[in-house]
């Protein structure tokens, strides 16, 4: 079976706010305030809780690996606490997994989210049955850009390793599917999405509308 496998964060829902709402907290314990920014940092907040961590601390002339180490967990645990509220879909993103299911291909997800926020956020978004799979960070013992994590996520939808592609907003998602061998749609909406055409995926996305024509030029 033909798979469409999605990134998460950046690639399906706009999570920046409610992840750095989590890391300004984690701030304010440390008598430092809130030093990341919802709209400026949105970057910083997809590449995941250690980067937000590490920039807010060199904002503060503080770095510290072992602080951002020690603010790990509880970064996650305020994270958990508001996980939704002010994270949204991306626009036509359902529609268009709809389309891509009602056309016969398994749709899953991907991320390096720890999967049980995965769930959460998926569950509070009202969208966790529309996928066929999904695999978090902690699901295997690697995650991506290992192959392994992209391949056992088609496993599990159903599909088949050889006749997929991957839907993200990162240099890591590109990472992963060049290193599966198998295309990549990178999308430009997202908070990285500038950077996006320099990676030279298999095809740029702007809007989920046009993913199913996208998905058929490549796969089929």
């Known amino acids: 079976m033909r798979t469409v496998v999605f990134d998460l964060d950046g690639t399906l829902a706009n999570t920046s706010g409610d992840l750095i709402a989590a890391a300004n907290a984690c701030f304010r314990d440390l008598g430092l305030g809130d030093l990341l920014d919802p709209v400026a940092d949105q970057k910083t ?25 020690a603010q790990y967990q509880p970064l996650l645990d305020y994270y958990g606490q508001a996980i939704s509220t002010h994270t949204y879909l991306y626009e036509g993103a359902m529609e ?84 599966a061998g198998v295309p990549s749609i990178l999308v430009t909406f997202g908070p990285a999405g500038e950077d996006m055409a320099a990676l030279a995926p298999a095809a740029l996305l702007d809007h989920f509308r046009d993913l199913p024509r996208v998905v058929r030029d490549l796969i089929g």
């Open 96 to 179: 268009a997994i709809a389309a891509l299911t009602d056309a016969g291909y398994r749709v899953a997800i991907c991320t390096n989210k720890p999967e049980a926020l995965a769930v959460q956020l998926l569950t509070a978004l009202g969208v966790l049955d529309r996928f066929h799979a999904m695999l978090g960070a902690d699901t295997l013992a690697m995650r991506k850009p290992d192959p392994e994590h992209l391949f056992e996520t088609v496993r599990r939808a159903g599909g088949d390793p050889a006749m997929c592609l991957l839907v993200g907003d990162t240099e890591t998602d590109r990472k992963t599917a060049h290193a």
């Open 45 to 69: 907040a997809v590449r995941g809780a250690k980067a937000m961590l590490r920039l807010g601390l060199e904002r503060a002339g503080q770095p510290d690996e072992a602080v951002v180490d």
